[in-house]
């Protein structure tokens, strides 16, 4: 069963990447790309930067658009292989399939190494970068010195990890907690090297305080300001266990299962604190997102780095199953596979064909009935334009539908207006003197319609057209299209 659902899972992997229309944030942070920046609202900018290079070079496409996680997926799998080899030596060469299926078995793995977000390039990078630290340590222990290059290395791996996404931090947070906790270990502290290490990561980091910086902190009040609840505080107290179920969930609690079993088996390398690391890169950003789920909200994927370096002890579980010790465990690792196989495939299915939820009604998965259709708002958004007497703005009620709207048209000035700051209200607030005074075409839907705040924007708003979108006769939405006059920011 094992090669046919790695086969299955590379399958559909490839399958998702050449024809599943674009995520609204995979566009959103595509568009970001064609407007370079030295950081954004949502995100810092490294995906971005890196998605604007690929665009510039070779064009806009489904290809071009998810190409990076073609390379990321090689880098980040290529590195296990190096981390099992240097654990397990030869063993390696089969290892790194149990390893290559068991992620691939993860939903949080799955979609996120599927997706041209950031978390692919993010999870690659720290991943590399701890490596290097475990290598660099290992060596440190025994002759008190351990090669330049890879603790170098390793700082500008995590440092590249965090402009790529600010979760990043949860990882050099845990090398350091592990580097403090170690007796042989704690006396770095006092190594210039780590200090060049510090800088080093404070000038890669740069672009980013910049930004913020001129933009009156805007990225870094929105990850302060984000989240923040008021529930009782029994509903306060309820929101870690929340936090650890959705995780387990999304992580596989089949996988998760097996790397609790692998943390206490016994590694065939000896002298390694490849152990230790491990349990603090998992400890720190865990008990911290819980401890930040008490007074605001922790979603389940800002934990994705707390699980990589569990990975690797994965095999100390799976080679007891194929050498029959135990049957109990063969079914959890064959029930991982299924799970994984099973949840992928709807994955799949949903961002190629339709959600599924669309058979059972009009309002579920809004987010996915939102991939469909842009080609045919696209054919009447251009009707209209074609008959005004001067290029109008191009407007749509939330942040993705004007992103998705934006790649299908290849068009980096379509904006969105809507309660909800995002990337558009900076560079809105940025264009305002260009924009002022401007018809626009406005698209809106049933999930983010035209609000009476953006109406107030314009002299006149008039409804011209609606496009329904369907898919192998299955109802998906409809989206509403009008003419405005006299905008006003």
Not at 151 to 177: E, P, Q, R, V
Not at 187 to 200: E, G, M, P, S, Y
Not at 278 to 288: H, I, Q, R, S, Y
Request: proline letters at 4%; charged letters at 15%; aromatic letters at 16%.
């Amino acid at each position: 069963m094992t090669t046919v659902a790695l086969v299955a899972f590379i399958f559909l992997r490839i399958g998702f990447w050449l024809f599943a229309p674009p995520n609204p944030d995979e566009a959103y942070y595509w568009l970001w790309g064609q407007h370079l920046d030295f950081s954004y609202y949502d995100h810092p900018p490294l995906q971005s930067w890196l998605q604007g290079l690929i665009t510039a070079v070779f064009g806009k496409s489904l290809f071009t658009l998810r190409s990076l996680n073609l390379i990321t997926n090689g880098i980040f799998f290529y590195t296990y292989y190096r981390i099992l080899q240097y654990l397990y030596g030869d063993y390696a060469r089969r290892y790194i399939w149990w390893i290559i299926l068991a992620i691939s078995a993860s939903p949080l793995y799955s979609i996120m190494l599927s997706l041209a977000w950031h978390d692919h390039l993010a999870i690659t990078l720290s991943l590399v970068g701890a490596y290097l630290c475990i290598r660099f340590l290992d060596e440190y222990r025994v002759n008190g010195n351990g090669a330049n290059w890879r603790l170098y290395g390793c700082a500008i791996a995590l440092a590249l990890a965090l402009i790529t996404k600010y979760n990043s931090l949860f990882m050099t947070l845990g090398l350091l907690m592990a580097i403090a906790t170690h007796p042989q270990l704690r006396k770095l502290f006092r190594d210039l090297r780590l200090w060049l290490c510090v800088a080093i990561y404070a000038i890669i980091f740069s672009p980013v305080i910049y930004w913020n910086y001129s933009n009156n902190f805007q990225s870094f009040r929105f990850y302060v300001n984000r989240s923040v609840d008021t529930g009782t505080p029994i509903m306060r107290l309820l929101e870690p266990l929340g936090f650890v179920g959705i995780s387990l969930l999304m992580l596989s609690p089949f996988i998760a299962w097996l790397l609790w079993k692998g943390f206490f088996k016994e590694l065939p390398r000896q002298e390694t604190v490849y152990k230790h690391i491990a349990l603090w890169t998992f400890a720190v950003p865990t008990v911290l997102l819980m401890f930040i789920s008490l007074i605001s909200t922790a979603l389940y994927y800002w934990n994705i780095h707390a699980y990589l370096l569990l990975f690797p002890l994965l095999p100390l579980v799976v080679s007891s199953i194929n050498s029959r010790v135990t049957g109990g465990k063969s079914k959890v690792f064959y029930a991982a596979q299924g799970a994984g196989l099973l949840f992928t495939a709807i994955f799949v299915w949903n961002s190629c064909i339709f959600p599924v939820s669309a058979l059972w009604g009009k309002d579920g998965d809004q987010d996915g009935r939102m991939l469909f259709g842009w080609s045919e708002v696209v054919a009447e958004v251009q009707k209209i334009v074609n008959t005004l007497p001067e290029k109008p703005l191009i407007v749509t009620s939330d942040y993705r539908s004007a992103a998705d709207l934006a790649f299908e048209m290849h068009n980096s000035q379509i904006t969105a207006l809507s309660k909800r700051i995002s990337q558009f209200t900076v560079w809105n607030s940025q264009n305002a003197p260009q924009q002022k005074g401007k018809s626009a075409v406005l698209i809106s839907d049933q999930w983010y319609p035209l609000t009476d705040e953006v109406i107030a924007h314009f002299q006149q708003v008039t409804p011209v057209s609606k496009v329904a979108i369907s898919r192998f006769g299955v109802y998906l939405k409809t989206y509403d299209i009008a003419i405005a006059k006299n905008y006003q920011p």
